[in-house]
């Protein structure tokens, strides 16, 4: 494997715990065990790129030169309130109902 | 493996004739297409929604719009969308725990057009969760199997799309195609799908997986009604900031079956190690028909950057999903976990339940590649090589009109092969990853069987080159009945 600077940091089951973190998903210990050996394994995979010199290349964010496109500011109907919220899990009195942000018996974070 | 007199195996462009003729009604074909999938979806499982009610009424529809002359040519030709395209009023799952219940406000902007031209959409196609994946195993309802051989996968993640396509529930079909996700399934199942060039056909109301690099295309029996498809849903779509804004050429008039002249460059890394020897020689035969009927064909071109098309795609897609997937919380649509204490804890078991294992694993993978500290070293290197790939098409494409390939290096595999080995998985796609990256077109057509599966010829085009791939397919499909053959399904019950 080449050497570069990023093998420096966390790896298996402790990156994925950081990672799901991060990202917001809940994992099992089995999950974390076993994406934790994929991840690492695909990760080394990747990191064949560091063999490509890019010194002095631009970065491409997608395979056409098409940048900030505006359109005319002219209104347009919106979507029905009640049309918006039917896909909502929980509604009510025409808002979506969310959950404690800091608990129920918490007021602290 | 003969063609059939039955009209679910009609050719669109065929079944489009007879009903101009008055020799069939939409009614009539939409009726043997809804009874195919009746006999043979149990078998295929390529769709997740059959609206067989819905097709009746729009065949109706479509016999009227005949009668006063004011048809398409898909006017009355029946239709499957892969099932992350939005369709109004019905749901709309991606194949996802996270979509099962989701029911759209609005019709995506490619499936509208075709709805507009009076197609008859008889149902909604399996894929892998999100698009993610190359043999709709990573489905979160049920895998798909091939037409060709029920004990192998159909490719993905469009396989739904493809398998319905061969299995003549549907007449034509649409895929969307992140790294391969059209051409790959095409290959697998032996049907013909297009992957154009980014920007040509609108992605507003396709849900979004890797929004730099997904495109829709057709997946259908034959390069004619490829071109006729693509016709009706390429074009300029204020609603896509990536929309390319300028007039759409007819691409029939690309079905030529001449290539004299024509510069065919053979890619030998995609002709090297890890392609079976057997793809590797039906392909290289394809390529001696086309030289026969006239191109040039050079057997040597090298595309050195090959090999680091994966690893860039594996950085790039995986980061833009995760970003693009932070939307799905439990909060405004979609599924949401019951019975958590607080915001954070929903988010997390909504997310943990929700998504399936393929999806949590792009999600953290992007996660690592976008975190401060990783991002120079792994997301910006990655679109640094992209910026190379993309010079090296460019490249190439001074020297040849159409590069050749395999689109599979192997032949359909065996369904849970690859399951347990995700990098294993990702190979699958070495030959068709390289196209989204440089954001080039190509097709994917049946150049011949081994063992009676397909294989597949994959032609690459300049950006905005579909007329010069489409010419090459017709002119090899028009030397060749490949496209004729159909899978001996059904005939169990």
């Given at each position: 494997?080449?050497?570069?600077?990023?093998?420096?940091?966390?790896?298996?089951?402790?990156?994925?715990?950081?990672?799901?973190?991060?990202?917001?998903?809940?994992?099992?210990?089995?999950?974390?065990?076993?994406f934790?050996?994929?991840?690492?394994?695909?990760?080394?995979?990747?990191?064949?790129?560091q063999?490509?010199d890019?010194?002095?290349?631009?970065?491409?964010?997608h395979?056409?030169?098409?940048?900030?496109?505006?359109?005319?500011?002219?209104?347009?109907?919106?979507?029905?309130?009640?049309?918006?919220?039917s896909?909502?899990?929980?509604?009510?009195?025409g808002?979506?109902?969310?959950?404690?942000?800091?608990?129920?018996?918490?007021?602290?974070? | 493996?003969?063609?059939s007199?039955n009209?679910?195996?009609l050719?669109?462009?065929?079944?489009?004739?007879?009903?101009?003729?008055?020799?069939?009604s939409?009614?009539?074909?939409?009726?043997?297409?809804?009874?195919r999938?009746?006999?043979?979806?149990?078998?295929?499982r390529?769709?997740?929604?059959?609206t067989?009610?819905?097709?009746?009424?729009?065949?109706?529809?479509?016999?009227?719009?005949?009668?006063e002359?004011?048809?398409t040519?898909?006017?009355?030709?029946?239709?499957?969308?892969?099932?992350?395209?939005?369709t109004?009023?019905?749901?709309?799952?991606?194949?996802?725990?996270?979509?099962?219940?989701?029911?759209?406000?609005?019709?995506?902007?490619?499936?509208?057009?075709l709805?507009?031209?009076?197609?008859?959409?008889?149902?909604?196609?399996?894929?892998?969760?999100?698009?993610?994946?190359?043999?709709?195993?990573?489905s979160?309802?049920?895998?798909?199997?091939?037409?060709?051989?029920?004990?192998?996968?159909?490719?993905?993640?469009?396989?739904?799309?493809a398998?319905?396509?061969?299995?003549?529930?549907?007449?034509?079909?649409?895929?969307?195609?992140?790294?391969?996700?059209?051409?790959?399934?095409?290959?697998?199942?032996?049907?013909?799908?297009?992957?154009?060039?980014?920007?040509?056909?609108?992605?507003?109301?396709?849900?979004?997986?890797?929004?730099?690099?997904?495109q829709?295309?057709?997946?259908?029996?034959?390069v004619t009604?490829?071109a006729?498809?693509?016709?009706?849903?390429?074009?300029?779509?204020?609603?896509?900031?990536?929309?390319?804004?300028?007039?759409?050429p007819?691409y029939?008039?690309?079905?030529?079956?001449?290539?004299r002249?024509?510069?065919i460059?053979?890619?030998?890394?995609?002709?090297?190690?890890?392609?079976?020897?057997?793809?590797?020689?039906?392909?290289?035969?394809?390529?001696?028909?086309?030289?026969?009927?006239?191109?040039?064909?050079?057997?040597?071109?090298?595309?050195?950057?090959?090999?680091?098309?994966?690893?860039?795609?594996?950085?790039?897609a995986?980061?833009?999903?995760?970003?693009?997937?932070?939307?799905?919380?439990?909060?405004?649509y979609?599924?949401?976990?019951?019975?958590?204490?607080d915001?954070?804890?929903?988010m997390?078991?909504?997310?943990?339940?929700g998504?399936?294992?393929?999806?949590k694993?792009?999600?953290?993978?992007?996660a690592?590649?976008?975190s401060s500290?990783?991002?120079?070293?792994?997301?910006?290197?990655a679109?640094?090589?992209?910026?190379?790939?993309?010079?090296?098409?460019e490249?190439?494409?001074?020297?040849?009109?159409?590069?050749?390939?395999?689109t599979?290096?192997?032949?359909p595999?065996?369904?849970?092969?690859?399951?347990?080995?995700?990098?294993?998985?990702?190979?699958?796609?070495?030959?068709?990853?390289?196209?989204?990256?440089?954001g080039?077109?190509?097709v994917s057509?049946?150049c011949?069987?081994?063992?009676?599966?397909?294989?597949?010829?994959?032609?690459?085009?300049?950006?905005?080159?579909?007329?010069s791939?489409?010419?090459a397919?017709?002119t090899?499909?028009?030397?060749?009945?490949?496209?004729?053959?159909?899978p001996?399904?059904?005939?169990?019950?």
């Amino acid at each position: 494997m080449t050497e570069d600077n990023t093998d420096t940091g966390p790896s298996g089951p402790e990156l994925v715990r950081s990672l799901a973190e991060l990202s917001r998903v809940g994992m099992t210990d089995e999950e974390v065990v076993a994406f934790g050996g994929q991840l690492d394994a695909i990760i080394e995979s990747v990191s064949a790129l560091q063999e490509v010199d890019t010194e002095g290349v631009e970065p491409t964010g997608h395979a056409i030169d098409v940048t900030n496109v505006y359109r005319e500011d002219i209104a347009r109907e919106p979507y029905g309130r009640d049309e918006m919220l039917s896909n909502a899990p929980a509604a009510q009195e025409g808002y979506v109902r969310v959950r404690y942000v800091f608990g129920e018996d918490e007021t602290e974070p | 493996m003969t063609s059939s007199d039955n009209l679910y195996h009609l050719a669109a462009h065929e079944a489009s004739r007879l009903l101009a003729a008055g020799e069939i009604s939409a009614v009539e074909l939409t009726e043997a297409v809804l009874s195919r999938i009746e006999a043979v979806d149990s078998q295929v499982r390529g769709l997740v929604t059959v609206t067989a009610e819905q097709a009746r009424s729009t065949a109706q529809e479509a016999d009227r719009r005949i009668k006063e002359g004011n048809a398409t040519p898909l006017t009355g030709i029946p239709l499957v969308l892969k099932d992350n395209m939005c369709t109004e009023g019905i749901a709309t799952t991606c194949s996802s725990r996270m979509l099962e219940s989701f029911v759209p406000p609005y019709t995506a902007t490619a499936a509208q057009k075709l709805l507009d031209a009076g197609a008859v959409m008889v149902g909604k196609s399996n894929m892998d969760e999100f698009a993610m994946g190359s043999s709709t195993e990573n489905s979160a309802f049920f895998p798909t199997h091939n037409p060709w051989d029920s004990g192998r996968v159909p490719g993905g993640s469009s396989g739904g799309s493809a398998a319905t396509v061969a299995a003549g529930e549907t007449l034509i079909a649409l895929g969307s195609d992140t790294g391969g996700s059209i051409r790959q399934p095409a290959s697998f199942c032996g049907v013909v799908g297009i992957k154009p060039t980014y920007g040509t056909v609108s992605r507003y109301g396709l849900i979004a997986f890797a929004s730099s690099l997904d495109q829709i295309g057709p997946l259908t029996s034959n390069v004619t009604d490829a071109a006729l498809t693509l016709n009706t849903i390429s074009g300029y779509d204020s609603m896509d900031s990536t929309s390319i804004n300028r007039d759409t050429p007819d691409y029939t008039r690309a079905l030529v079956p001449d290539v004299r002249g024509m510069k065919i460059g053979v890619v030998k890394e995609m002709f090297g190690e890890g392609v079976e020897p057997q793809v590797r020689d039906t392909v290289l035969e394809a390529a001696r028909v086309l030289e026969q009927a006239g191109a040039i064909v050079d057997w040597e071109v090298s595309l050195s950057l090959t090999e680091y098309a994966l690893p860039v795609y594996y950085i790039l897609a995986p980061s833009e999903a995760s970003s693009n997937l932070a939307r799905y919380d439990g909060v405004k649509y979609g599924y949401s976990w019951d019975g958590a204490a607080d915001m954070w804890e929903g988010m997390e078991r909504t997310r943990q339940h929700g998504f399936g294992p393929e999806v949590k694993r792009r999600i953290l993978l992007g996660a690592y590649a976008l975190s401060s500290g990783y991002y120079d070293a792994y997301y910006r290197k990655a679109q640094q090589v992209r910026t190379l790939i993309r010079r090296e098409y460019e490249d190439a494409f001074t020297r040849f009109d159409v590069l050749l390939t395999p689109t599979s290096p192997t032949l359909p595999f065996g369904l849970g092969e690859r399951t347990n080995d995700p990098l294993a998985m990702y190979l699958a796609d070495i030959c068709t990853i390289p196209v989204n990256i440089a954001g080039v077109p190509a097709v994917s057509l049946p150049c011949g069987f081994v063992d009676g599966l397909p294989v597949g010829l994959q032609l690459i085009g300049p950006s905005l080159g579909e007329e010069s791939i489409i010419r090459a397919a017709y002119t090899y499909e028009q030397a060749t009945d490949w496209h004729t053959m159909r899978p001996r399904l059904g005939y169990r019950f």
